[in-house]
């Protein structure tokens, strides 16, 4: 079973602060993806990975970064978190390449900034 | 520029009624097409994709799609819908060379009612 874990469910942190959100994946899926997901507006995609090392800017990367430096592990940053940041962060793996690949999703992570 | 709508924000149906979540995409080529479900507190679980040939696509749990290009759909069906089936459905499409980038639509909350 592919399993892809998210290193908290529920995280609040303060406005300017940095913040970590973990991914690991461990199916040595080479594609990884970070999504946030607000209400009313599905997923958007923030950032995703082909590859260690390499990342591509999604549709809304404003505000955040990301780092691929093992092949099982997709960090998201937010450099100076603010409010408009509250929402819901879904990392999702899969196979390389293209053609219908099933993206598997982690549990998420609620995030809120005060 | 590349979208997917579902014209459905909420759904509330009966335990045993039929059930279709409309889906409509556009995009310059054919994308390849997905359904996926999210049950309360969970990650995206894929339903059933389509990728070529059979426009009818049998999914996990019962569902059907069924992808029609005169219209640019992929409607979900159920005919017997049950409790457990209460969840957001999402729509999504990765275009033609897209790399498995995938566009959601903005979701449809279905609610079964007992």
């Known amino acids: 079973d592919v399993k892809v874990t998210q290193s908290s469910r529920y995280l609040v942190k303060r406005t300017g602060e940095k913040v970590f959100l973990e991914c690991v994946q461990d199916?040595?899926?080479?594609?990884m993806f970070w999504y946030r997901q607000d209400p009313g507006l599905g997923l958007r995609l923030i950032y995703f990975?082909?590859?260690?090392?390499?990342?591509e800017k999604g549709d809304i990367p404003e505000g955040y970064s990301v780092s691929r430096e093992k092949k099982e592990r997709f960090s998201l940053i937010l450099e100076s978190a603010s409010t408009n940041q509250t929402s819901m962060y879904l990392c999702?793996?899969?196979?390389?390449?293209?053609?219908?690949?099933?993206?598997?999703f982690g549990p998420g992570t609620r995030l809120t900034v005060t | 520029a590349q979208s997917v709508t579902q014209p459905d924000i909420h759904i509330t149906v009966s335990e045993g009624a039929s059930l279709e979540l409309r889906c409509n995409y556009s995009?310059?080529?054919?994308?390849?097409l997905f359904w996926y479900v999210q049950s309360p507190g969970q990650g995206l679980q894929l339903l059933l994709k389509?990728?070529?040939?059979?426009?009818l696509v049998q999914g996990i749990k019962g569902f059907e799609a069924e992808f029609k290009r005169s219209q640019s759909s992929f409607n979900l069906r159920k005919p017997s819908v049950h409790w457990s089936d209460a969840a957001e459905y999402f729509c999504?499409?990765?275009?033609?060379?897209?790399?498995?980038?995938?566009?959601f639509g903005t979701g449809t909350q279905l609610k079964v009612e007992l």
């Open positions: 389509y990728f070529s040939g059979d426009t």
């Open positions: 199916m040595d899926h080479e594609n």
């Open positions: 999504a499409a990765e275009g033609p060379g897209g790399g498995n980038k995938l566009t």
């Open positions: 995009y310059g080529a054919t994308p390849y």
């Open positions: 990975s082909y590859d260690v090392k390499m990342k």
């Open positions: 999702a793996s899969s196979e390389p390449g293209q053609g219908a690949y099933e993206q598997y």
